[in-house]
């Protein structure tokens, strides 16, 4: 069996990884030169850490907690959720998908960086590329029994095989500082502000001694026309101090949203990741998802097994649930009327803490709020 990767991203490399160990023969095209690099925040739950292969080497930061800051306009509002253990991690992405590219060579799987796929048919019993080749400067014609779409955004190639998904795509910016200050280490740390980010929201991220990732998805304005608000919001609400520059600006596309159709009409081509919005809306986060998804990918396209594709036909329909649900929380945000009832609420400190049942609602937003969670005013 020949499978074909596009895209050699998380998404593609786990399916990679998986599909390899299976006896699968992969080959992964990529059309950049140079990969990985550096894209994001690298936060990812307990769970998601412990399917991903080799991950746990790479981590460098711990989280029982997070610190929800919503901004009301009159009032900073601040939810505190509390987990009974760490339920979060984050991890050198980086360095994370250089070993598993190593790992992947060293399993047989053929890389080829500098390859862009402009078309895919799927033709008789076959799966037909239509592949440029940067070198040559030629137009590729190759043939595979199956193929991967595990391309970024935007999703051409999901789109043409009849994949589709429902996303909003929001501009992603971060960089690295030495912070000073009493913060909570083990606490991740977001800012909430429809009026400048729309659907997408701000973060802290410590992580070693003194380290922190700060940045913000925002689908409304330019990401750096921001950012020096978004550092001195944090600096005030936590009462921190920016010492220095630990990297250069970095970051990209983030998408919110849920797939709604992953397979084509053949089922010779599955979609996976931001090739379909693959993604927890709420956090932004794809890996939940893609880890769940790249480990089923043989039983999906070589066995056909319908207990699989019923668990991740239920995937799709919780990061459905993520997607409607974080639109009405942010609408609800940003309108007078969620303000008023609040300023006649009486908090001290205008914090609300609640404690999560247990750490799989770190992934599964909605549990929070659909479960009952303990509440408890401070």
């Known amino acids: 069996m020949e499978i074909a990767i596009i895209g050699a991203g998380i998404a593609g490399l786990l399916s990679a990884y998986n599909l390899l160990r299976k006896g699968v023969n992969v080959t992964i095209f990529e059309k950049r030169r140079y990969f990985p690099r550096k894209h994001c925040t690298g936060v990812v739950s307990k769970n998601t850490l412990n399917n991903m292969p080799y991950a746990n080497r790479f981590v460098t930061g711990k989280y029982n907690t997070v610190a929800l800051y919503l901004d009301l306009g009159n009032k900073l509002l601040q939810i505190r959720i509390y987990f009974n253990e760490f339920a979060a991690y984050k991890i050198e992405r980086v360095y ?19 390859h862009n796929v402009l078309e895919i048919n799927e033709c008789c019993e076959k799966v037909k590329l239509s592949v440029f080749q940067h070198n040559s400067n030629k137009v590729l014609k190759l043939f595979f029994d199956r193929a991967v779409v595990a391309e970024g955004y935007p999703s051409n190639l999901s789109l043409k095989i009849g994949c589709k998904s429902t996303s909003l795509p929001l501009n992603a910016l971060q960089r690295e500082f030495i912070i000073k200050g009493s913060y909570d280490k083990n606490s991740l740390y977001v800012y909430i502000n429809p009026k400048y980010f729309g659907f997408g929201f701000a973060w802290l991220v410590p992580y070693g001694d003194e380290n922190a990732v700060i940045g913000y998805a925002s689908e409304k304005i330019t990401p750096k026309y921001l950012f ?3 550092i001195n919001k944090f600096s005030r609400i936590m009462d921190i101090k920016i010492e220095r520059t630990l990297s250069n600006f970095y970051g990209g596309n983030v998408l919110i949203g849920y797939p709604i159709k992953f397979t084509s009409s053949k089922r010779k081509c599955i979609c996976i990741g931001d090739a379909v919005a693959m993604v927890k809306s709420i956090s932004g986060g794809g890996l939940y998802a893609i880890t769940h998804f ?3 990918l043989y039983n999906i396209m070589i066995e056909y097994g319908k207990t699989n594709e019923k668990s991740l036909h239920k995937l799709s329909n919780e990061l459905m649930k993520q997607y409607y649900l974080k639109r009405i929380i942010w609408q609800a945000i940003s309108s ?5 009832i609040l300023s006649c609420v009486t908090l001290e400190k205008n914090i609300i803490e609640i404690r999560a049942r247990d750490i799989e609602q770190f992934d599964k937003h909605e549990k929070i709020l659909l479960s009952k969670p303990k509440f408890a005013k401070v």
């Open 228 to 230: 020096s608000h978004v």
């Open 96 to 114: 994370h998908e250089l070993l598993l590219l190593e790992r992947l060579k060293e399993l047989g799987a053929s890389i080829q960086s500098l």
């Open 294 to 296: 790249a480990n089923s």
């Open 336 to 340: 007078s009327v969620l303000k008023k």
